[in-house]
Structure formats: C-alpha cells, structure tokens
C-alpha cells in the first residue's frame, strides 16, 4: 500500500514553512528532495569512512571502495544495465552527454555523417553534438514534434538512413511530459547501422526501467532527480563500444601505464572516471537507488502515473490556459501559459503561497520556439506530492488569472 503521507515524513524540507505557508514543492523536473536515509548515507559515510578509493589499502580505502563499487551494482541494476562494467560516474546527464559526443563523437564522425536528434532535446543533448559536428563536419537532423507534443515517428523513418551514426534522444520530455518510444528508434538506429544515446534524466526517477528491453546503446541520468545527491550521474554504455571509444578527461584512475609520450588506459569503467570522483555522493546515490526501491518503482510510476492525469484534467479546466504536451502516454508534469500573466510572474505569485513551481525555456529553447512561446510555467510532481498540492496549485493559478484578467480586460 502506498501511503504518501507516511512517506513525506522520510523529507525533513516538507516540514518548512515559506513565510505563514506549507512549502509545495513542485519543481521536482528540476531537482528532487532528499529522504533521511539519503542524508544519513552521506553523513555516515563522511563520519566513518570517509577517504579516497581505490587507491589506498588502509581500512577507510577499503570501506569507501567497498561502498562506491556496491553503489555502482545498486545503480546497474536499478537501471537494469545488462553490465554493470559500462556504469560510469559521471556528474549528471550534461557530463555523460558531454562525454558521448567527445569520446566518440569526435572520434567516429565524419565529414557526411549525420547525428538524429528531436526538437524537444534538452540543451544538454543538443549543444555537445553542435560541438561535435563542429569539430567534424557531420550534421545535425532533427525529428519533429507533432502538435500534440508527440515525436513524428513518419519523419523519423524519412529522417534515418546510411548517413546516420547516432540518434539521440530525451525518454521523457521535461517540457511536455511526453514519454518518446526510444525503443523504437532504438531499432530503427540499428537498422541503419547508427548507436542509440536515451537521455533519462526524466525517466529514471520516475518509470522503472530495463536497458535490456529498451535496446539502446547510451543511457545517462542524474542522481539529483531521483533523490539522490547533486554532482552525481551515470552514463551506461555498451561495454563493446565504452572499449572502443578514446577517454574522455585524463588524469588518475583512468590509466594503467604512463610514460612521458604516451600512456594506456585502465579496463571499464575506471577508463573513464578520471581524478577523485564524487565519492560521497555516489554512495548516496546508491541510497537513493535503495530507498525507490524500497517504495517499489512500479507503485511510485502508478502513483504519479494518477496524480499527473489528475493534474492534467484539473488544470486544463482553468480559463483561458493552454497546456502543453499529449493528453496521453504522459508523466506527472504539467507546462502551462495564462494568456494574462507571464509565467514568471505567475511563479513569483505562487511563492507567495508557498508554491515552487519553474518558469522559463526549461534548458529547451529550440522547442520553445516551435511551440510560439518564450517561457511556460511548469508544475512536476514527485512520490511525495499529493492531489491537495495540486488543488492548491489550482486554486492559485485561478486566482492569479483572475487578479491579473482584472487589469487586462
Ligand atoms: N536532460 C533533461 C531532459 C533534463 O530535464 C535535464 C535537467 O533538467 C538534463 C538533461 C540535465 O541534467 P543535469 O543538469 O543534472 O546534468
């Protein structure tokens, strides 16, 4: 049974007022609270066995290592990564990404090549590939949005061919909410002989997950979303393609040899975790990991899976409000726009409730662009967000949009 209420009790920041309100938090597409048993992960790592991994061969070494490299089986298989070898560290989605488009991008791309994106990408896996293409004369195609905010699938298959050496694509939308059938493009990328790279930096969090299943070839995603601590993520990659590919940053840990000229590189995954990682948080996150497994993903997916459709339904009923992104196949995030307050405005109003909700191009500007806008507000709900949380989002958004429809009409 799934008791929100006892749950909220594990997040001591759900106890904080904003001035005389309860604090709402729902900017969780931005960053998620953290339980207890996250923070005393962290606390108690750095209280008892704190020091540098792998390295070193004295008691607290071996404790850390211990636990980084348990936080690494907790993370591969929550994520159910076929082998645990191609789970990296890294310091969130942006650094994975960064480091799929230098470490094989610019070593495979050429001249001709093409890179398959959709408009709605994060900038995280946009700008790295600009980058990339820059460096190596390949293109950059991009699959369209329909008006529903799902991907064109038709334009996909138009979009893919022999040319095609990587399709990147978001899982989950942190704009519209839409969940993109990537396992789909995944067979479409190898049919063309290309990789497949899934941003999860929305889906992880939410929906439980089978790399297996879903056949792609890159997954990143952040800790940060998913309770866990900030400066901590992963890439998952293909062990066969992480072994082919050149590192990505040089320094310790990542070396077997090193002379003055030349050096060689160290077996997966350390190839790629360069100089001291984010140990503490890479033992929180694996906190994390076990703390959503505790609740179980397929019940904390069903649980937003309703309140995001209750939100959906319940905010659309708003005068005048458009809302983005599917009616269906969607998670627990609502963008909005009232044609009488900009959303930055409406954001600043609901603080004033004790409401956080996000207001801005969301790190999307290209799909802002194709939906005529500069900025939508953005509600995102968590495993510990309530249907009274979004009636008091509602009730404030209504009242916003009557306060503000009395001086514009
Ligand atoms: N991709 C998506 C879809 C996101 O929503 C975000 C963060 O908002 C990112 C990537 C970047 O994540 P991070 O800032 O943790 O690297």
């Known amino acids: 049974m799934y008791d929100v209420n006892e749950i909220r009790k594990d997040f001591p920041i759900l106890e904080r007022r904003i001035g005389e309100r309860r604090l709402i938090y729902l900017d969780n597409a931005a960053t998620s609270q953290k339980p207890r048993q996250v923070l005393d992960a962290l606390d ?21 290592t211990a636990a980084y490299e348990a936080s690494r089986e907790k993370v591969a298989s929550f994520l159910g990564a076929p082998d645990a070898r191609g789970l990296i560290f890294t310091r969130g989605t942006t650094e994975a990404m960064n ?16 890179v398959v994106l959709t408009e709605a990408e994060h900038h995280s896996n946009l700008v790295p590939w600009q980058l990339a293409a820059q ?21 996909a298959e138009r979009l893919v061919g022999p040319q ?22 995944a067979e479409l990328a190898h049919s063309v002989g290309a990789l497949m790279l899934v941003d999860g930096a929305q889906s ?24 866990g601590p900030t400066g901590i993520g992963v890439l998952w990659g293909r062990p066969e393609m992480l072994e082919e590919m050149d590192p990505f940053l040089g320094g310790g840990e990542m070396i077997r040899e090193v002379y003055p000229d030349h050096s060689t590189w160290n077996d997966l995954p350390y190839k790629f975790e360069a100089g001291t990682m984010s140990i ?15 609740l179980g993903m397929e019940s904390i997916w069903e649980h937003e899976r309703r309140l995001g ?8 009923e708003v005068e005048g409000i458009t809302v983005y992104g599917p009616e269906k196949n969607r998670t627990g995030l609502v963008s909005f726009i009232l044609p009488e307050v900009h959303p930055h405005d409406l954001s600043q109003i609901l603080d ?3 409401i956080a909700i996000r207001s801005g191009h969301h790190c999307a500007q290209p799909l802002m662009r194709r939906l005529g806008v500069t900025a939508t507000a953005r509600a995102s709900f968590y495993l510990y967000n309530t249907e009274e949380e979004v009636d008091m989002l509602v009730g404030a958004v209504e009242r916003s949009r009557e306060f503000f429809g009395a001086f514009t009409s």
């Open 44 to 64: 108690e790592h750095y209280e008892a066995h704190n020091a540098n991994i792998h390295r070193a061969v004295h008691r607290l070494a071996e404790e850390a």
């Open 99 to 114: 480091l799929v488009a230098y470490a094989w991008g610019r070593r495979s791309l050429r001249e001709g090549d093409e």
């Open 135 to 155: 460096a190596t004369g390949a293109r950059l195609r991009f699959i369209p949005i329909r008006e529903d905010g799902t991907l064109d699938m038709e334009e």
């Open 164 to 185: 095609t050496k990587m399709i990147g694509c978001i899982h989950v939308s942190n704009v519209l909410g839409t969940i993109n059938p990537v396992d789909e493009l």
């Open 204 to 227: 992880a969090p939410h929906i439980p997950l089978d790399l297996a299943a879903l056949g792609c070839d890159f997954f990143a995603c952040s800790g940060h979303k998913m309770v």
């Open 280 to 294: 503490a948080q890479a033992i929180g996150l694996g906190a994390a990991v076990d703390y959503l497994n505790g």
């Open 309 to 316: 459709e209750y939100a959906y339904e319940k905010i659309r």
């Open 352 to 354: 004033q409730e004790g």
